[in-house]
């Protein structure tokens, strides 16, 4: 079992209500760390006791919001370590080809993936440059490397976003000892994919196709980010690590 220590670090998540958010956001308790989590959902229930977790309910697309929570968190704390983007969402049905989509929807979609990342990164910045140590994580997909012919082009189009912002990030706060890197999972049973829910078959059928032969979980994308945002990754700034059980190799 690999461990780290975050004892004395400060980070913030979002999407820390629920799946991979959650599970990071547990893990870096786990590990020593004080933790800031963000969400529109409120806290779940394990984390919400945890004496080092801080909590804001709230909008992440509401750029006053997002300011003062990260300002005051910042503040309190005497500064941040480590930033971590995993909120996101997947809207099946409503999401499609963009070609036929409601663009409204593609807005919405833009800025609940890819604004709020924005938004985040304008206020923890000042709170990190200089520290030792200081790290973020973006989390975007396998997906946007590849079409679909079941496309959802507004999550595939945001989340090359996301990918793209975490090196513009890297390269411009280099000189400042802030890294950022971004996560890609590939196919993963959180609340992103409840479609798959109460259907062992299809869940069978969806891990066999990865060649390690299983589905992903929160847990296994949290343990990838967990370690690009520890010391371990120092030297790792500006790359987009797949976390898919192999599944690129088939693409």
């Not at 919001?65 to 704390?77: C, E, V």
């Not at 994580?137 to 679909?148: A, M, N, P």
Request: with cysteine.
């Amino acid at each position: 079992m690999i461990t780290y220590d975050f004892s004395g670090r400060h980070a913030v998540v979002t999407g820390a209500g629920g799946g991979m958010g959650e599970a990071l956001a547990a893990a870096l308790l786990n590990a020593g760390a004080t933790v800031t989590g963000i969400d529109i959902k409120p806290a779940p229930e394990s984390l919400a006791n945890h004496p080092g977790l801080t909590y804001a309910q709230g909008d992440l697309t509401d750029a006053a919001f997002i300011a003062k929570t990260i300002g005051d968190a910042g503040k309190a704390h005497g500064g941040i370590d480590h930033l971590a983007n995993v909120a996101g969402v997947l809207w099946f049905g409503r999401d499609a080809s963009v070609l036929e989509m409601d663009m409204d929807v593609w807005d919405q979609v833009f800025d609940i993936n890819l604004k709020a990342v924005a938004l985040t990164a304008r206020a923890a910045v000042p709170f990190m440059k200089g520290r030792d140590g200081a790290s973020m994580v973006h989390f975007s997909t396998i997906q946007w490397l590849r079409g679909d012919p079941a496309p959802q082009d507004a999550y595939q189009a945001s989340k090359a976003g996301v990918c793209a912002l975490s090196k513009s990030l890297a390269m411009q706060l280099a000189a400042d000892g802030v890294r950022s890197n971004a996560i890609c999972p590939g196919m993963a049973l959180t609340p992103l994919q409840a479609r798959w829910e109460d259907k062992p078959e299809i869940l069978k059928a969806v891990g066999d196709y990865a060649p390690l032969g299983r589905i992903g979980t929160a847990e296994d994308m949290a343990n990838a980010a967990l370690f690009l945002l520890s010391d371990a990754a120092s030297y790792i700034t500006g790359i987009d690590l797949a976390v898919d059980g192999g599944l690129l190799m088939k693409m």
